[in-house]
């Protein structure tokens, strides 16, 4: 494995030695799972060192987990900073995945926040949901806050619905507020869901109003398989068949409740 992974770290194309360090990691020892962390961490390219990462991050022992998180807070570029911090996530202890949090929070450009915060949404603890959906709500573009309260919809703790509801009625345009209301929906207590159909009914285009609309319909019993695996809350969630607007969305594939996530459909940007 040792020259395997010579050649690996001898490719001159960044974009191929990362994707060739990540086909070896599973096979390598301790030492040289340090060899090819200490590689990616040299490529130049932030976007394909963040790509290396992300790659390595699964078979990583603590100590190099915790370097590799270093060098993924290090990358300069946001948008690829905000994907290794997504592709780390997953594998990060509690201690890590909170300054992750931070480091996520801590990124200026709106849209690699949104992207940041929505692939850390289903590890966080309730405590650092309530600061996901404070960050949230201070996004001032309307697609990247859609974005997010539509990741973390199926994460909330029932005390921090209403916050969310109020986050997604106050954003201006109208398609992303009924996506980020849609997404809501199937969370929502009665209470609220009169309070979103309310919102509902003043969305201006007939295929968002109506997609939200359906979205608040009434939903099915609470799903007995329980939510996704993750840090979050626990609360179970309902059945919610995937909803595709008939036009400008799709669904990344069949990830819906009960197996497995909530719907996940979303605008295209």
């Not at 086909?23 to 040289?32: R, T």
């Not at 199926?154 to 109020?166: H, K, M, N, Q, S």
């Not at 209470?191 to 099915?220: C, E, F, W």
């Amino acid at each position: 494995m040792a020259q395997a992974l010579a050649a690996a770290t001898a490719i001159a194309d960044e974009a191929a030695q990362g994707r060739a360090m990540s086909a070896l990691a599973e096979y390598l020892p301790p030492d040289l799972l340090a060899e090819a962390l200490s590689a990616a961490t040299a490529i130049t390219k932030d976007h394909f060192r963040a790509e290396a990462l992300t790659g390595l991050a699964e078979y990583l022992p603590p100590d190099l987990l915790a370097q590799a998180f270093s060098a993924a807070t290090a990358i300069a570029d946001e948008d690829a900073r905000a994907e290794a911090l997504t592709g780390l996530a997953e594998y990060l202890p509690p201690d890590l995945l909170a300054q992750a949090f931070s480091a996520a929070t801590a990124i200026a450009d709106e849209d690699a926040r949104a992207e940041a915060l929505t692939g850390l949404a289903e590890y966080l603890s309730p405590d650092l949901l309530a600061e996901a959906l404070a960050a949230a709500t201070g996004i001032t573009s309307d697609y990247a806050r859609a974005r997010v309260l539509a990741a973390l919809a199926g994460y909330l703790p029932l005390d921090l619905l209403a916050e969310a509801l109020a986050a997604a009625t106050t954003i201006p345009y109208d398609y992303f507020r009924a996506w980020a209301l849609s997404a809501l929906a199937p969370q929502l207590p009665l209470n609220l869901l009169a309070q979103a159909l309310v919102t509902a009914d003043t969305i201006a285009g007939d295929s968002g109003r109506a997609g939200a609309l359906t979205a608040l319909a009434p939903t099915s019993a609470p799903c007995t398989a329980g939510r996704p695996a993750g840090r979050g809350s626990g609360r179970r969630h309902r059945h919610q068949r995937c909803l595709r607007p008939r036009r400008g969305a799709y669904c990344p594939g069949p990830r819906c409740c009960p197996r497995n996530r909530r719907p996940t459909c979303s605008p295209r940007p």
